[in-house]
């Protein structure tokens, strides 16, 4: 009779051995992470010869249990979301402790949690329970109910089957970790089409030929997108448009935002009599609709050839560059007020300033005023108006001084933030 009962261990103890060899197979086979999760609980159905198999795996923000697929007597799969809580249950004891576990008689060990009998209908008996670890790491609990060959689960049962959990586990992890590179690569490849709709965007933001005025801009998003934008609109002969701004936050978000801010900006203001009533007309309209506490400084301006003549209004932005024909740089200031989506009602002031011949304004997002390497001082406006001061034989040449006066202050570090600078001005 002992010999019998040894040489049907060693029986048991082959076939969950060949488990294990299939269940490595799967590891190497299977790339879709619902398929090796229905495929682990068949095998160990078919080998440990049990009546239903089910697995669990530890919500990260609570250490709970949700019981992520079981098998069902029709050879279908559930996958009831039922949550154990944590310590909860046998499942919960072998994830507390670490140990695999086997029960006799369910209904009669104080451990077992009987309610996701409840929920689900089935009669539980007998359980094998094991813990799925993967490098030090306790991912979930891996368990199967009620033998079909006799009344309980035996030991010679657990020890293979805690050997198959652990090859279950390494297998899941893969897997995860296969997906995670394969959303990361979905990300960096929507970033960089992303990218590039917003140079298409910014490269056209200035029209090709412009009567008595001339403009050259730089854009450069500390990240693969940014929520910087400019961008100049010409409204009949004698009167073309600017603004620039700079929208809250960075990456998706200030990129969408940045990009319906574009789309709309010639419309608002072509309806609208100037830079002032530009800004009160775009916060009304897109102040309801901004989410999250998102918001865009801004400053938007409007020149007149005919007259020389600069006006601008400021929704809380930096403060722009008046750099005169001789090379002086002196500050413009305008009114500041809130930026545009804080909040309704918001009325804005406008300054009027006539330039000579070889005058330019320069206006930039915080990109430029914040610029610091690790243990330096931010651009402060002195520093912006030296930087500026001197001759400049046109816009770009202008530009260039600036954006590399900033890259030298940075001292090689990458830009914290987004980085746009709009220099113009009557040729």
Known sequence: MMQDKAQENLRKSLEIYKGLVEVSCLINSITDYKKLLRAVLTVAQRVIKADAASLFLVEEDTGDLRLAIATRTDGEFDEPGITV???????????????????????????????????TGFTTRSILCAPLRSEGKTIGVLQVLNPLDKLAFEAVDLEGFTAYAEL????????????????????????????????????????????????TAHSSPATEVGGDFYGVFCQGEDIIDFVIGDVSGKGIPA??????????????????????????????????????????????????PSKRLLLMANAGHCQ???????????????????PVGITQGVTYEEISQTLDLGDRFVLFTDGLSESQAKDSDPMFESQLLQVASGPHNDPSELMNRIINAAMNHRAGEDA????????????
Do not use: H
């Not at 809580?85 to 695999?100: A, L, Q």
């Not at 008689?105 to 409840?118: G, L, P, T, V």
């Not at 590179?181 to 979905?186: S, V």
């Not at 722009?320 to 809130?338: D, F, K, Y």
């Open 320 to 338: 722009p560059i008046l750099v005169r024909a001789n090379g002086e740089a002196q500050e413009i200031e305008t009114p500041s007020n809130l």
């Open 85 to 119: 809580p944590k310590g909860k249950g046998i499942v919960g004891w072998v994830m507390d402790r670490n140990e695999p576990l086997l029960i006799s008689d369910a209904y009669k060990d104080y451990r077992f949690y009987s309610e996701a009998d409840k929920k």
């Open 416 to 427: 914290r933030d987004d980085l746009s600078i709009l220099v113009g001005g009557f040729e």
């Open 168 to 215: 279950t586990a390494t297998a899941i992890e893969k897997l995860r970790t296969l997906e995670i590179q394969q959303e990361q690569a979905r990300v960096q490849r929507d970033l960089a089409i992303a990218a590039d709709i917003q140079c298409v965007l910014l490269s056209g933001a200035i029209p090709a030929a412009l009567r008595g005025v001339r403009f």
């Open 255 to 304: 990129a969408l935002l940045m990009a319906r801010t574009l789309s709309a900006l010639p419309f608002v203001f072509s309806a609208t009599d100037g830079p002032a009533a530009a800004l009160s007309e775009w916060n009304a309209k897109f102040q309801p609709s901004m989410i999250r506490g998102m918001f865009i400084t801004a400053i938007a301006g409007r020149l007149i």
